[in-house]
């Protein structure tokens, strides 16, 4: 599937495992992967992070063939998920950043169309997460507010 604004294709990522299965080769077992999970998160990592870690790691292939639950499941059992979906959280860093740069560099006309890009993409998901009741029905974005959910 093509780009959304750059008219690419867009680049290959790495594939799931093949079988859907735990193999008999695994050493670790369910416990001992939520374990990770929890201590990953604990240390501040995000979802993505977590899973990169466990697969490279830890060998571990899918942690929901291992344990029967996602990462975000275990978080949510923990009460460890985050405030805001990962999606939303790394496009709004990006857009302080863009914001910052635009501070000091008023006629950067390239930053300022892609600072409308970026807040274009989370309006959407945020008005998709919205729908499916990730998020409360009276959130809404706003670049001030959404410095507090950052930190």
């Known amino acids: 599937m093509a780009r959304m604004h750059s008219r690419k294709k867009g680049k290959s990522g790495s594939k799931r495992p093949a079988k859907l299965e735990i193999l008999p080769w695994y050493p670790h077992t369910s416990e001992e992967v939520e374990a990770k999970v929890i201590e990953l998160a604990k240390k501040g990592e995000s979802m993505s992070s977590i899973g990169l870690q466990l697969r490279d790691g830890f060998g571990t292939p899918l942690v929901k063939i291992i344990t029967g639950k996602t990462i975000s499941t275990i978080l949510k059992e923990n009460d460890l ?7 939303i959280t790394f496009l709004s860093r990006q857009a302080v950043k863009v914001r910052r ?51």
């Open 81 to 87: 998920s985050p405030k805001l979906p990962e999606d």
């Open 101 to 151: 740069h635009l501070e000091e560099n008023k006629k950067d006309l390239e930053a300022k169309k892609g600072l409308g890009r970026v807040e274009a993409k989370i309006r959407r998901l945020v008005k998709y997460y919205r729908k499916k009741g990730v998020l409360e029905p009276d959130f809404k974005y706003d670049p001030e507010k959404i410095k507090i959910f950052l930190r």
